[in-house]
């Protein structure tokens, strides 16, 4: 442990902090239950669970608002038996990441609207986002050689379509500068965008600004969504929208290589299909809640896992390699379930569970085959702290048998490669507080445990703390 004393305090003095946060907070829960009546009538026609900005953004046909997303992430040495080129190292490291975003709109009428946002990334994830398939910090970029210009996010077209008379009353925001919208229509949107803007989305945990940092708990690991390298695509979602339920689909492009930056614009050798079905109800009786059923395609020219085990086995290659065959279509499905719990007005639970075959090439997102979570998000209107929160999840990602065998054998992914596999499931305890400091400035810190990093028990268990300030204007 030499070299810890100054460059680690911080990472020493996280868990008691949070800790000292978590001891506040829980028994306030003891007391929910017998006050939740007298506060669902004070607060829910005061209280907003919105965050605040710099900037009030009123009710016009345009929309301008930014953000500035900082994290700060060190880890202290573990131990590990032996470790490879996409290993998370095992020595004393830090990093810090940056993501800036400029979000814009335009209402052309009282249906259509265009919508394009510039980003701006920086800094760097530990150990470059290798070594873990769910990785601490959503906002790294996993290609640091793309360098730091800014790029266009997004830019698509949004119509609506309205089906009904009545209106229902809507946030608006930098994906849609609408206030009001028919309670029954359709929506389509074309253009570039991110697939986790509209798909899988959890109110507890989706948000790497305000809530969870990691890769698989912000999202369904298993879930391999089209994506770029910066996690955007090219495509057309169409939704229809109803009070109680929603469907939504969505035709997406593919990069050309795993985790490139390039998209395969030939639909015949590329794509990917997504539909979503929300029913807007929970499991407890005048509670509200929402269940997400998300099935997905991917074809692509991906790798089998089994076919190049065999190749190596038999001699033909010298270590396996994923990406070692001729050009091919070959294709991943999957599905998650996705839920959201109201508990009281301060609380709520939510979960995930996701599945793929697992036999081909993790492609776009991460190197996850099966993953399911729990976790609690709070609000701080409970301690008069109406817009801080904090959250607690848990997460545990699995990869198939070939996709084992694969790593074990010496093979390497996008992310993982120890050179060599002592299998067992990946295992991430998450814990963060979001402070509301002024107007649009956020700061807190968050926690990570993970046990078994990329599915090896001959490595870890890492710890991960880190500090979050964020700008929303």
């Given at each position: 442990?030499k070299?810890?004393?100054?460059?680690?305090l911080?990472?020493?003095?996280?868990?008691?902090?949070?800790?000292?946060?978590?001891?506040?907070?829980?028994?306030?829960a003891?007391?929910?239950?017998?006050?939740?009546?007298?506060?669902?009538q004070q607060?829910?026609?005061?209280?907003?669970?919105e965050?605040?900005?710099?900037?009030?953004?009123?009710?016009?046909?345009?929309?301008?608002?930014?953000?500035?997303?900082?994290?700060?992430?060190?880890?202290p040495?573990?131990d590990?038996?032996?470790?490879?080129?996409?290993?998370?190292?095992n020595s004393?490291?830090?990093?810090?990441?940056?993501?800036?975003?400029?979000f814009?709109?335009?209402?052309?009428?009282?249906?259509?609207e265009?919508?394009?946002?510039?980003?701006?990334t920086g800094?760097?994830?530990l150990?470059?986002?290798?070594?873990?398939?769910?990785?601490?910090?959503?906002?790294?970029?996993?290609?640091?050689?793309?360098?730091?210009?800014?790029y266009?996010?997004?830019?698509?077209?949004?119509?609506?379509?309205?089906?009904?008379?009545?209106?229902v009353?809507?946030?608006?925001?930098?994906?849609?500068?609408?206030?009001?919208l028919p309670?029954?229509?359709?929506?389509?949107?074309?253009?570039?965008?991110?697939?986790?803007?509209f798909?899988?989305?959890?109110?507890v945990?989706?948000?790497?600004h305000?809530?969870?940092?990691?890769?698989?708990?912000?999202?369904?690991?298993?879930?391999?969504y089209?994506?770029?390298?910066?996690?955007y695509?090219v495509?057309?979602?169409?939704?229809?929208?109803?009070r109680?339920?929603?469907?939504?689909?969505?035709?997406a492009?593919?990069?050309?290589?795993?985790?490139?930056?390039?998209?395969?614009w030939?639909?015949?050798?590329?794509?990917?299909?997504?539909?979503?079905?929300?029913?807007?109800?929970?499991?407890?009786?005048?509670?509200?809640?929402?269940?997400r059923?998300?099935?997905?395609?991917?074809?692509?020219?991906?790798?089998?896992?089994?076919?190049?085990?065999?190749?190596?086995?038999?001699?033909?290659t010298?270590?396996?390699?994923i990406?070692?065959?001729?050009?091919?279509v070959t294709g991943?499905y999957?599905?998650?379930?996705n839920?959201?719990?109201?508990?009281?007005s301060w609380?709520?639970a939510?979960?995930?569970?996701?599945w793929?075959?697992?036999?081909?090439?993790?492609?776009?997102?991460?190197?996850?085959?099966?993953?399911?979570?729990?976790?609690?998000?709070?609000y701080?209107?409970?301690?008069d702290?109406?817009?801080?929160?904090?959250?607690?999840?848990?997460?545990s990602?699995?990869?198939?048998?070939?996709?084992?065998?694969?790593l074990?054998?010496?093979?390497?992914?996008?992310?993982?490669?120890?050179?060599?596999?002592?299998?067992?499931?990946?295992?991430?305890?998450?814990?963060y507080?979001?402070?509301?400091a002024?107007?649009?400035?956020?700061l807190?810190?968050?926690?990570?445990?993970?046990?078994?990093?990329?599915?090896?028990?001959?490595r870890?268990?890492?710890?991960?703390?880190?500090?979050?300030?964020?700008?929303?204007?």
């Amino acid at each position: 442990m030499k070299g810890l004393t100054n460059n680690s305090l911080l990472v020493r003095v996280l868990p008691m902090v949070l800790a000292a946060m978590l001891l506040l907070v829980c028994p306030l829960a003891l007391h929910a239950q017998e006050q939740e009546q007298q506060e669902n009538q004070q607060e829910n026609a005061s209280d907003s669970h919105e965050p605040e900005t710099f900037f009030h953004h009123s009710d016009r046909r345009y929309w301008i608002s930014g953000q500035i997303n900082l994290i700060f992430q060190a880890n202290p040495p573990f131990d590990a038996a032996y470790s490879g080129k996409n290993s998370f190292r095992n020595s004393y490291q830090k990093a810090t990441s940056r993501v800036m975003t400029l979000f814009t709109g335009l209402k052309l009428n009282d249906s259509t609207e265009l919508l394009a946002d510039v980003e701006e990334t920086g800094g760097h994830g530990l150990s470059d986002a290798l070594g873990l398939a769910g990785f601490v910090n959503l906002d790294v970029v996993r290609n640091p050689d793309l360098g730091q210009a800014p790029y266009l996010a997004r830019a698509m077209i949004h119509k609506v379509f309205g089906l009904s008379k009545d209106k229902v009353e809507v946030d608006r925001g930098p994906l849609s500068g609408f206030s009001q919208l028919p309670a029954r229509r359709i929506e389509v949107r074309f253009g570039k965008f991110s697939m986790a803007d509209f798909f899988d989305l959890n109110s507890v945990g989706t948000d790497s600004h305000f809530q969870f940092m990691n890769w698989t708990i912000d999202n369904n690991g298993a879930w391999d969504y089209a994506a770029d390298t910066r996690g955007y695509t090219v495509g057309a979602i169409v939704a229809y929208e109803d009070r109680g339920w929603a469907l939504h689909f969505a035709e997406a492009l593919m990069p050309t290589v795993a985790n490139g930056i390039d998209l395969q614009w030939n639909l015949s050798k590329a794509r990917a299909e997504n539909v979503e079905f929300i029913l807007h109800r929970g499991f407890i009786p005048r509670k509200q809640g929402i269940l997400r059923i998300l099935g997905y395609n991917n074809s692509a020219n991906m790798g089998i896992y089994r076919l190049q085990n065999q190749l190596f086995l038999e001699g033909f290659t010298p270590t396996p390699d994923i990406t070692a065959h001729p050009p091919q279509v070959t294709g991943k499905y999957g599905f998650g379930f996705n839920f959201e719990q109201e508990l009281n007005s301060w609380m709520s639970a939510y979960g995930r569970f996701g599945w793929n075959n697992g036999k081909t090439e993790s492609y776009a997102y991460t190197e996850v085959d099966q993953s399911v979570q729990l976790g609690v998000g709070v609000y701080g209107n409970r301690w008069d702290r109406r817009y801080d929160r904090a959250g607690v999840a848990f997460v545990s990602n699995a990869i198939k048998r070939d996709h084992q065998q694969y790593l074990a054998l010496g093979g390497s992914g996008f992310l993982l490669g120890d050179g060599a596999l002592t299998y067992g499931r990946e295992t991430i305890f998450e814990s963060y507080y979001t402070a509301h400091a002024w107007k649009g400035l956020y700061l807190g810190p968050d926690i990570q445990h993970i046990n078994n990093p990329g599915y090896n028990q001959a490595r870890g268990p890492v710890f991960v703390g880190g500090l979050r300030a964020h700008l929303e204007f």
